[in-house]
């Protein structure tokens, strides 16, 4: 099968654990948009956090950011597509995290908040936002704007343990039955709308340019990577990646401190 496009996660796929992208990535990725095909990133981060790592592959394609909640035209900084968590949602899942003592980082649209303003959310902004946290401003003006998606930051055993209590009050219905819940790292787990998935931004992107889904191939590690796996045409997970992503994937490359997307480009667009 001839692909004509590929969308690639950014953290534990194209970046190496300390936050870089390969010699042999960036330049595999380079080779990929000569040769005529479409690379694109989807990912977890917001804009901010996306578009160092887009302007440094010189792309001008739209970009997949929190999870498919809001899609960026890379060219232009326009927001193609934005859904936000419903107000009811946002609010609730915000008293859950106060009610656990957790950190709390809050997308709305490209600003960034934290409550409270801990070591975490320095971290999470110097790592991955990259951007300074704010503090949280009144509910009035998050009513305003929007929460595209929040993120619990904290311990593993916490957050495998407050996964599966959510998933739990999902499936019980209510104010959270609108709401996907996903451990995209260890110590990360992610709230957006129910209604979004790199998947159906995937789908989204490929319409613009005339490509059908059978002619995607998706790269990515993460169990929010699997929706995206599964809807592709050809899926590869990284050595690194978890179980689920694995269980999606046609194929499995090497790992991303070994240059699993560039292996996995060659292959697929050689």
Same mark, same amino acid.
């Given at each position: 099968? @001839?692909?004509?496009?590929?969308?690639?996660?950014?953290?534990?796929?194209?970046?190496?654990?300390d936050?870089r992208? #390969?010699e042999?990535?960036l330049a595999?990725?380079r080779?990929v948009?000569?040769?005529? @095909?479409f690379?694109i990133?989807?990912?977890g981060?917001?804009?901010p956090?996306a578009?160092p790592? *887009?302007?440094?592959?010189?792309m001008?394609? &739209?970009?997949?950011?929190?999870?498919? #909640?809001?899609? *960026?035209?890379s060219a232009?900084?326009?927001?193609l597509?934005r859904?936000?968590?419903t107000q009811? @949602?946002a +609010?609730?899942?915000?008293?859950?995290?106060r009610?656990?003592l957790t950190s709390?980082i809050?997308w709305?649209?490209?600003?960034?908040?934290?409550?409270?303003?801990d070591?975490?959310l320095?971290d999470y902004?110097?790592?991955f936002g990259?951007?300074t &946290?704010l503090p949280?401003?009144?509910?009035?003006?998050l009513r305003?704007?929007?929460?595209?998606? %929040?993120?619990w930051?904290?311990t593993?055993?916490?957050i495998?343990?407050w996964?599966t +209590?959510?998933?739990?009050e %999902?499936?019980?219905?209510?104010?959270? #039955?609108d709401?996907t819940v996903?451990?995209?790292?260890?110590e990360f787990?992610?709230?957006?709308h129910?209604? *979004?998935?790199?998947?159906?931004?995937?789908a989204?992107v490929?319409?613009?340019f005339g490509?059908?889904?059978?002619?995607?191939v998706a790269?990515?590690?993460a169990?929010?990577?699997i929706p995206?796996?599964?809807a $592709?045409?050809?899926a590869?997970?990284?050595g690194n990646?978890?179980?689920g992503?694995? #269980?999606?994937?046609?194929?499995?490359?090497?790992?991303?401190e070994?240059?699993?997307v560039a292996? $996995?480009?060659?292959r697929l667009?050689?």
């Amino acid at each position: 099968m @001839a692909y004509r496009m590929v969308a690639i996660d950014l953290d534990g796929t194209l970046l190496t654990d300390d936050k870089r992208i #390969s010699e042999r990535n960036l330049a595999e990725i380079r080779r990929v948009l000569e040769s005529g @095909a479409f690379v694109i990133i989807s990912t977890g981060r917001a804009w901010p956090g996306a578009e160092p790592y *887009v302007r440094l592959l010189e792309m001008s394609l &739209p970009v997949i950011t929190s999870n498919g #909640s809001m899609i *960026v035209d890379s060219a232009t900084g326009e927001i193609l597509f934005r859904r936000d968590l419903t107000q009811e @949602a946002a +609010e609730t899942i915000l008293a859950k995290g106060r009610k656990r003592l957790t950190s709390q980082i809050i997308w709305s649209g490209t600003t960034l908040y934290g409550l409270p303003l801990d070591e975490h959310l320095a971290d999470y902004g110097r790592r991955f936002g990259k951007k300074t &946290p704010l503090p949280m401003p009144p509910m009035e003006t998050l009513r305003e704007d929007g929460i595209s998606k %929040i993120l619990w930051y904290d311990t593993p055993e916490h957050i495998n343990e407050w996964e599966t +209590e959510v998933r739990g009050e %999902i499936c019980a219905g209510g104010a959270l #039955s609108d709401v996907t819940v996903v451990k995209s790292q260890p110590e990360f787990l992610e709230f957006f709308h129910a209604g *979004v998935s790199k998947a159906k931004a995937l789908a989204s992107v490929t319409a613009r340019f005339g490509i059908a889904m059978e002619e995607t191939v998706a790269i990515g590690d993460a169990d929010n990577d699997i929706p995206m796996l599964k809807a $592709a045409g050809y899926a590869v997970a990284m050595g690194n990646g978890s179980t689920g992503a694995k #269980s999606a994937a046609a194929w499995i490359t090497d790992d991303n401190e070994h240059d699993g997307v560039a292996k $996995a480009l060659s292959r697929l667009f050689p």
